[in-house]
């Protein structure tokens, strides 16, 4: 399917960009007030506010009348009244074409945070037959090969360890860090050497705004 551009906005959310269109996926609330601007299509992983924040959206839609956004039906409820049939609601092992990318769903719940805590609906996606994959929060592997993961390096609910598996579970060629915004300029450096070194895919970080070829 050729190249793509894939862009590291904040925290969560990657642009991807081909023919002319833009997809963004999860421009959440640690994310840059711009990060759905020029997106012909939206796509959320879950409900929480790093991955979802639902003025921005509202804006998104209200701003052109062409966007349209997919996403799990807890996302979904907050947004389709106000904007009918432009939100629409997929889970596990559907398919679906947005802004001129092919598009699969993959997982069902958010990684376990505290025994304590009941698990919310999650949703990956998996870009163009592989050529990306956004897991959300969830250390979810596809069941086709992935060329460009998109790694969530840091969070509440993992450790390293579950992060450096996930990389030789998943075996992409390359991974990219996102879910990135609570670790520090400290601990990067630590972050990049054991996944680099120990995941056995290459192992690449992009800052904000920055974009690479896929």
């Not at 793509?4 to 959440?28: F, I, N, Q, W, Y």
């Not at 990306?132 to 998109?150: R, S, W, Y």
Request: charged share 20%; proline share 6%; net charge negative.
């Amino acid at each position: 399917m050729g190249t793509m551009k894939l862009t590291k906005k904040s925290h969560a959310c990657v642009r991807l960009e081909k023919g002319g269109r833009t997809l963004v996926l999860d421009p959440g609330g640690f994310t840059e007030e711009d990060a759905t601007v020029g997106a012909d299509a939206i796509l959320v992983t879950h409900e929480h506010p790093d991955h979802f924040d639902e003025g921005r959206l509202r804006a998104a839609l209200d701003a052109d009348p062409a966007v349209e956004i997919w996403t799990l039906a807890s996302v979904a409820q907050q947004l389709s009244a106000a904007f009918p049939g432009r939100v629409h609601t997929v889970g596990h092992g559907d398919t679906f074409t947005a802004a001129g990318f092919d598009v699969q769903v993959h997982g069902e719940l958010h990684a376990v945070i505290h025994p304590d805590i009941p698990r919310i609906t999650n949703v990956g996606f998996l870009v163009d037959g592989g050529k990306v994959f956004h897991p959300g929060d969830a250390l979810t592997v596809p069941d086709q090969q992935v060329e460009t993961l998109m790694l969530p390096v840091m969070a509440p609910w993992s450790k390293i360890s579950e992060v450096i598996d996930y990389v030789r579970e998943v075996k992409p060629q390359r991974a990219y860090d996102i879910h990135d915004a609570l670790l520090t300029d400290l601990a990067r450096p630590i972050y990049d050497h054991q996944i680099g070194a120990l995941g056995g895919a290459e192992h690449l970080r992009l800052a904000p705004g920055a974009s690479a070829e896929v």
